[in-house]
């Protein structure tokens, strides 16, 4: 009798934990269509702010509720929200660009939770253009001002006079 008690706690536990690890978004690939880009607008050339476009070559409804873009030359930029998108539509998020660091190429990926027609939350992680090369410009500008703030750091100690008595003067 103790044993089936413990068997049924143990199934009912399971399938309790089982339950729950099935409320995040499910891991898919990009849907074929979907074109995730980095650029900036010329009115936004005077400052840090760049956006994510989305495009929605679908033939489906796309609903965007956060995306993360990572690459090892700036810290990770994260947004949430609601942005949804009908067949052939296309979005610009705002993001200000983080501080930049050394290294080759930008390697930028994004990672992006959304619904298809209101359905379950997915998630997919692609890689993405900057198209313009305007992230990169930045990590690169951020780079070499590290580079010569670090090569450029000069200490200047206590002045002294030597020579004639400057009482005098």
């Given at each position: 009798?103790r044993?089936?008690f413990?068997?049924?706690?143990?199934?009912?536990?399971?399938f309790?934990?089982?339950?729950?690890?099935?409320?995040?978004?499910?891991?898919?690939?990009?849907?074929?269509?979907?074109?995730?880009?980095?650029?900036?607008?010329?009115?936004q050339?005077?400052?840090?702010?760049?956006?994510?476009?989305?495009q929605n070559?679908?033939?489906?409804?796309?609903?965007?509720?956060?995306?993360?873009?990572?690459?090892?030359r700036f810290?990770?930029?994260?947004w949430?929200?609601?942005?949804v998108?009908?067949?052939?539509?296309?979005?610009?998020?705002?993001?200000?660009?983080?501080?930049?660091?050394?290294?080759?190429?930008?390697?930028?990926s994004i990672a992006?939770?959304?619904?298809?027609?209101?359905?379950?939350?997915?998630?997919?992680?692609?890689?993405?253009?900057d198209?313009?090369?305007?992230?990169?410009y930045?990590?690169?500008?951020?780079?070499?001002?590290?580079?010569?703030?670090?090569a450029?750091?000069?200490?200047?100690g206590?002045?002294?006079v030597?020579?004639?008595?400057?009482?005098?003067c």
């Amino acid at each position: 009798m103790r044993f089936s008690f413990v068997v049924i706690a143990g199934l009912l536990l399971g399938f309790s934990l089982a339950a729950c690890a099935s409320d995040g978004p499910d891991s898919s690939p990009m849907p074929d269509g979907i074109k995730v880009e980095v650029d900036q607008s010329r009115y936004q050339q005077s400052g840090r702010t760049l956006f994510v476009s989305i495009q929605n070559g679908t033939d489906q409804q796309i609903t965007i509720s956060d995306f993360t873009l990572s690459s090892p030359r700036f810290d990770d930029v994260d947004w949430s929200g609601d942005d949804v998108l009908e067949a052939g539509q296309k979005t610009d998020i705002d993001f200000t660009m983080p501080r930049g660091r050394c290294g080759s190429d930008l390697d930028a990926s994004i990672a992006v939770t959304y619904q298809v027609d209101g359905g379950r939350p997915q998630i997919s992680t692609t890689t993405v253009d900057d198209l313009y090369d305007h992230a990169l410009y930045f990590a690169d500008r951020d780079c070499a001002q590290l580079t010569f703030e670090e090569a450029a750091k000069v200490e200047i100690g206590q002045p002294q006079v030597s020579g004639a008595d400057v009482r005098r003067c």
